[in-house]
């Protein structure tokens, strides 16, 4: 089936992984401000290329944090109106001697892109920007009314997106979110996700004296602020792997069996899973992986620190310490629910006579789930079908869209992920990729996408512009 | 009672301190190789003078680590020959925002000289080479004889100092050794050492996967690197805060009637020291604090580190772990059977599939006690007296002097402590300081010490060379 459009696309490709190698030059981490330039270079790359395109309002919108990225197309009258989301902000190189080639100097290597946010999420983001802008050079319209948000904080738990819908909830009404982050769960089988995980990150920090102490001078008498850390966190779980913190699984219901049985059919070797991480395995007993992945909250130690830890040895007694945490959220928790069983539990923990400091870090989401019958979930599962010859299953990710949730709060509509990253491509690590055949079957499908979804009329929409979570 | 050498050092206080500024100034740490050009500049400072002072066989003594200072003055026929033992090396300066005036440019305020090193060893040690290079300038001679050894991996626990000791074994030899290192117990109390712990130092890592894993995608299916390292921290202690590793008390006696006796009568507020730290007290039940920091042996986490500690936040599941410890020993142990049994605990206690590397990261000595008759411990007690208008007490320090250890094994002499610095004075922790105070009691002290050795005879110290520990 020809397409013009898609014709203009495949021709265009090496101009096309040139403009996104241009994105990932600029080293846009959220976390941290040192990389505030990087921050500016993104943001100015990609207004540039919307305004060249030919969208509308193309502007930033700020609430106080890093500005998101928007541009519009809205002049199909009857249709439905799409929020299209990226984020162009990406998670934090470290460690840097783990990488093969510098994070933010893309390169090609065995058909894939190397690099810090190609896969999370600048590639897929990537072929958004350009099956739109292809769009309109060759047919000067969309199939449907478009706007393009583009987060700058996804990797900090989207802290001002909220204010950001509150802000300008009339710019970004639409019907329904189509998503270009949310990667894909596996490269060798076709699926959809329809819900994902919450999250909240927290931080503590206790002191056990006014300054670091020698350990021979005062060792055997006084608190040792790492033994006092290491004690708080070992009683975050029980032996078993399940988190001991009282409340935290309030409101978490068991798995019914119809659930159950939906992803005991979905093929996954657990065994091979682990042994594909060099890992190994530990959780909750009584649960699969995939329940584990999908159905059961976590609570992750992120990061710590404390005392000398340079080459060789400093004989001292540290006076402070501190850890960060990560918890994924399932139905029925909130992020705030969870920090105050958290922050409890480290109260009632932590000896008396030592200080400590607890505070959120991380954003906060809830977990989500786009309703079964949502005419653009059906429609992207009738695309992926199409395009990769396969009709996909069904599948959840462990991990955190918070984009989702506050949109059904805010906005009150749906969420779809359309992604073409793959969840193997090391987001969050070292040495991220993004594999080039992805962005052949991202362009095809979202044209194609496209095309289907200008036959929806945007009435179709309202019975599930209801602000509930699927 | 007029003393020309003194006399001379009192009137030259100003210069003696001007030169000791120029030492610290010297950013000599020992641990860390990024300091070798401190480590060079703090020799040739100490070359120079000796030379200037008429020392012979002013040279470097080198057994593959950093090379000791050494200089001598032997023309003393029939008296003690004392082997005088400082160091040149130093802690590093983490952290070092926590400092008041930059570590290396030391500052005189309220009557202390401030900066890294200027307690632990710098300040104890230039009294010496002060007060010797005066005795020769006045009178070209000494009372006594002495070898002067100035050491350059204290800090590392006296990482080649054995092989020193072994390689130069005729040079060296002596009567006893007079130590310019090894604190002052308190500022408000005369003390004499008579014993201290002997430590070594570990680290330990562990692995738990290839790598760093996205805490969404794979969180609550696999172990985490931090969580693991927590539970074998948490394992190291009792809940009572005794270490709960098997056979690390193994030959440990525990202390008498007479040496309870002998600490209970020593002035010491336990509810002062512990409030003047703000710290939280914390040790084995059934001891006084006295008796935990002198008398029975600790293990400390020194540092640890895993994941992401910079700002913000990184929702990983971290691969690796590690963690830096070090044991405090007393009589009966060894540091080889300490570190094995730490090893083994780990290596039981670590679950199945982690990888686990464990290694020693500093030293080693076991703990030493010098006999209470010894001629030159008599004398030191005479001259505090005298100088400091009442007899010191007997006390024993919790930290090490691994020379202490070693001069006894491989030269076979005994070691007594005469240092002025003080324990309060923040050695291996910010805003490290020396007394000025101090220099001027310690000029005096040592003048009288070399006055009254200088009627010793060299055959009272036979009795006391035997190599045994006191």
Not at 309 to 329: F, H, M, N, Q, Y
Not at 344 to 359: I, N, S
Not at 398 to 406: E, F, I, K, R, Y
Request: hydrophobic share 40%.
């Amino acid at each position: 089936m020809k397409d013009p459009v898609l014709d203009r696309l495949l021709d265009g490709r090496t101009a096309i992984l040139e403009r996104l190698r241009e994105l990932v030059r600029q080293p846009s981490v959220s976390t941290d401000p040192a990389y505030r330039e990087g921050m500016v270079g993104a943001r100015e790359i990609l207004l540039a290329r919307l305004r060249g395109a030919g969208f509308q309002q193309v502007r930033t919108l700020e609430a106080g944090g890093h500005p998101a990225v928007y541009g519009e197309w809205c002049q199909a009258p009857g249709r439905p109106t799409l929020l299209v989301y990226g984020h162009y902000d990406v998670q934090p190189p470290d460690p840097l001697d783990r990488w093969h080639s510098p994070p933010f100097a893309p390169e090609v290597r065995d058909g894939r892109l190397y690099g810090r946010g190609v896969s999370d999420d600048k590639g897929p983001l990537s072929i958004a920007v350009e099956i739109l802008t292809a769009f309109l050079a060759v047919e000067q319209r969309l199939p449907v009314n478009v706007k393009l948000l583009i987060e700058g904080e996804e990797e900090v738990g989207s802290a001002t997106l909220a204010d950001i819908f509150v802000k300008y909830r009339e710019l970004l009404a639409a019907d329904a979110v189509l998503s270009a982050d949310g990667a894909r769960w596996r490269a060798d089988l076709p699926t959809v996700t329809v819900g994902c995980r919450g999250d909240v990150g927290m931080e503590f920090r206790i002191q056990s004296a006014a300054k670091d102490l020698h350990s021979g001078r005062y060792g055997g008498a006084v608190a040792n602020a790492l033994h006092e850390l290491a004690g708080l966190l070992a009683s975050l779980h029980d032996a078993d792997g399940a988190v001991a913190v009282a409340d935290f699984y309030a409101g978490v219901t068991e798995p019914g069996a119809e659930e159950r049985a939906w992803l005991a059919a979905i093929p996954f070797d657990e065994q091979a899973f682990i042994a594909g991480l060099e890992g190994v395995a530990r959780g909750e007993p009584g649960y699969t992986t995939l329940e584990r992945l999908w159905l059961r909250p976590t609570l992750e130690i992120n990061g710590l620190s404390g005392g000398y830890s340079g080459e060789g040895a400093k004989t001292v007694i540290p006076c402070e310490a501190s850890a960060k945490l990560t918890a994924r959220l399932v139905p029925g928790q909130s992020p705030e629910a969870v920090l105050a069983a958290v922050e409890a539990h480290l109260r009632r923990h932590c000896p008396v006579g030592l200080r400590l400091e607890f505070f959120r870090n991380h954003g906060g989401a809830r977990a989500y789930q786009v309703p079964g019958e949502h005419p653009l979930l059906r429609a992207t599962e009738t695309v992926l079908g199409e395009v990769l010859g396969q009709a996909p299953l069904r599948v959840k990710m462990g991990s955190t869209l918070p984009m989702a949730d506050l949109v059904a709060s805010l906005l009150g509509i749906h969420t779809v992920m359309f992604s073409f990253s793959t969840a193997d491509e090391d987001f969050h690590a070292p040495n991220e990729f993004f594999r080039l055949s992805a962005l052949d079957e991202g362009l095809r499908a979202w044209v194609r996408l496209l095309r289907l979804l200008g036959e929806h009329r945007a009435v179709d929409y309202a019975g599930f512009r209801d602000g509930t979570h699927g």
